[in-house]
C-alpha cells in the first residue's frame, strides 16, 4: 500500500496519566507539542491515551470494537505505541499496560514496538542479556532487588566482584533519576535499604569517570539519522539536563557503525534509540529504547529545531509504512 494511500489516521501513545501540572508541562514543551504539529503536517493526529481510556467489546471475538474515551477507531485508522512507562507513580498502571498490549496485538492493530521486547527493553540487565552479542560489549552489570529479606544481606556474593566505584540505577526508570555513586559494599548497602522503601531493584554498572559521554543513536527503518551527543555538567556524574548537562547533534563516530548496523538487524522496528558511553578512550553499549524522546539541544537554533523535526517526521513516516505493510499482510483481526 503506497504511503498516500494509506488509511491510517491516529497515533495513539498509550501513557499513564500520572504527571503533576509542572511536569507534563515541562515535557510538552521539550518534545509532545512538537509531536503534535508534526503529526499534523503528516495529515495525521497524535494522542497521549491512558490505557483505561481503551474500553474493548469482544462479545463476538470475531468481530472486537475498540473505543478510546468513547470513540471508536479500528486497526485500520489507528495504530498504538506500546512502550512501558514504570517511574514511581505509574508503577499501579504497570500490569494494565502489559494486558492492554496483548489485547490490542490480538485485536490486530499495528504495534510499532512490539509488546513481547516491553519488559526487556524496560530491564536493564534484561537489555544487556539480549544484546550481549553486539560488537560495542555491554557494560558490565548486577542486579539487585530490595525486597522484604534485604536484611538477610544475601545479595553480597552477586556483589563479591563488582568493581568501585560503581554506579546504582534503577533497573526501569528513566529520565536518569534515581542515579547514585557507591564507593564500597557499605554504600551499596545504604543505597539499597533507600530502594527498599520503593521495593525498586537496582543495578550496579562500573562508574567510567567523570566526563564519560553518553551517544544515542536514532535509528529509524534501521538507518542511524542522528546522534544526540550528552555530556555531564560541571561535577556531575553523569548527563544529565537538570545537572547542567550539555546536549549536541554530532555525525555518527565510526566506532560505532558495525554496532549500529548489527542492532537494526537485531532489532528490525522502525524507530529505535540505542546509547553508547563513551569514557574517553573506548565505547561501552548502555541500552535501548524503543520510544526514546526526541529532544531537542538548542531551542534557539533554527537547524537544531530543523533537525529535531526531521528526525520525528522520519519516525512517524516509517511508523505509516509499518502500517501499511501490516494491512497489506491481512493482520488478524484487521478491519
Partial sequence: ???????????????????????????AAAFWDTYVEVAKELDLSWDRVAPEAVTVDALDP??????????????????????????????????????????????????????????????????????????????PTVRIGSGRDLVYDEYE????????????????????????????????????????????????????????????????DGEPVTVLVRTPGDGALYPQFTTGGRLRYAPLPDELTEAVAWMAEKLPVPFLCVDFLHDGE???????????SIMCPDPGSP????????LIRARFEAYRRGHARRLAGAAPGAA
Avoid at 282 to 292: A, K, N, T, V
Avoid at 303 to 310: L, P
Fill in 1 to 27: 500500500m503506497p504511503e498516500e494511500t494509506t488509511t491510517l489516521r491516529r497515533m495513539c501513545w498509550l501513557f499513564p496519566d500520572r504527571e503533576s501540572t509542572r511536569t507534563g508541562a515541562k515535557w
Fill in 303 to 310: 537547524e537544531a529545531v530543523r533537525t529535531q523535526r526531521d
Fill in 282 to 292: 573506548r565505547f561501552w553499549l548502555s541500552e535501548i529504547e524503543l520510544d526514546g
Fill in 157 to 220: 556474593a552477586a556483589i563479591r566482584d563488582l568493581p568501585y566505584p560503581a554506579l546504582a540505577k534503577p533497573a526501569g526508570w528513566c529520565a536518569s533519576r534515581g542515579i547514585n555513586l557507591a564507593r564500597d559494599p557499605h554504600d551499596v548497602r545504604g543505597l539499597l535499604s533507600l530502594a527498599q522503601g520503593g521495593d525498586t531493584t537496582l543495578v550496579f554498572q562500573p562508574y567510567l569517570g567523570a566526563g564519560t559521554a553518553d551517544y544515542r543513536v536514532h535509528l529509524v
Fill in 62 to 139: 470475531h468481530a472486537p470494537k475498540v473505543h478510546i474515551d468513547g470513540e471508536p477507531v479500528t486497526p485500520a485508522d489507528t495504530l498504538f505505541v506500546t512502550s512501558l512507562y514504570s517511574l514511581p507513580y505509574q508503577a499501579a498502571d504497570v500490569f494494565n499496560q502489559f494486558t492492554l498490549y496483548a489485547v490490542l496485538e490480538q485485536v490486530g492493530f499495528y504495534l510499532p514496538h512490539p509488546p513481547a521486547l516491553a519488559a526487556v527493553c524496560n530491564d536493564k540487565l534484561a537489555t544487556i542479556l539480549f544484546l550481549r552479542d553486539c560488537p560495542i560489549p555491554p557494560i
